[in-house]
T-cell receptor
């Protein structure tokens, strides 16, 4: 069965602090894809990154970085030097090759960055 | 600009009434999806469609219906059979013919049953 767990319901940090959002997944498929989406207060989900199961290279994009570890079934997301504009709900999601592009989402982590 | 539009942004319904939420996309995507979001539960899939005139139930399809008569449009009807319809509804679309295609989301419709 496919499942995504985001154990952190809510995180509060002060601006310029680094913060890591955890994501743990379960799947029986050997080919799968992991995603992170950001949902700002406006409500629309914004795509951040996609990773396939055969590519464990970490990725950095500006202040954002992602750590994918198959050994622990984790796909964690770190924001460096957080800013108030980073305040949002962040979702981790999983799709398995056998189910096409269907996504299974975690419950989301609310990130509050205070100035 | 290419994107997904949902209307209305806010919708109020009396108990026992059916209501239809609109979703239109001009991204030329074949696949479209409807999700429901409740506080603390993430997004759950209601229905999805990978081609015109075809759609499949997702994880929580009871009390909902959809149609896909045009590639650009995927309206969702919340029927009176849906026991707890108050929620935030998100529509999405994606390419098919590949794997792991990211989904693009609309701005959502917040439905409140009075």
């Amino acid at each position: 069965a496919q499942k995504v767990t985001q154990a952190q319901t809510e995180i509060s940090v002060v601006e310029k602090e680094d913060v890591t959002l955890d994501c743990v997944y379960e799947t029986r498929d050997t080919t799968y894809y992991l995603f992170w989406y950001k949902q700002p207060p406006s409500g629309e989900l914004v795509f951040l990154i996609r990773r396939n199961s055969f590519d464990e290279q970490n990725e950095i994009s500006g202040r954002y970085s992602w750590n994918f570890q198959k050994s622990t079934s984790s796909f964690n997301f770190t924001i460096t030097a957080s800013q108030v504009v980073d305040s949002a709900v962040y979702f981790c999601a999983l799709s398995e090759a056998q189910y096409g592009n269907k996504l299974v989402f975690g419950a989301g982590t609310i990130l509050r960055v205070k100035s | 600009d290419g994107g997904i539009t949902q209307s209305p942004k806010y919708l109020f319904r009396k108990e026992g009434q059916n209501v239809t939420l609109s979703c239109e996309q001009n991204l030329n995507h074949d696949a479209m999806y409807w999700y429901r979001q409740d506080p603390g539960q993430g997004l759950r899939l209601i229905y999805y469609s990978q081609i015109v005139n075809d759609f499949q139930k997702g994880d929580i399809a009871e009390g909902y219906s959809v149609s896909r008569e045009k590639k650009e449009s995927f309206p969702l009807t919340v029927t009176s059979a849906q026991k707890n319809p108050t929620a935030f509804y998100l529509c999405a679309s994606s390419m098919v013919g590949g794997r792991g295609n990211e989904q693009f989301f609309g701005p959502g419709t917040r439905l409140t049953v009075l």
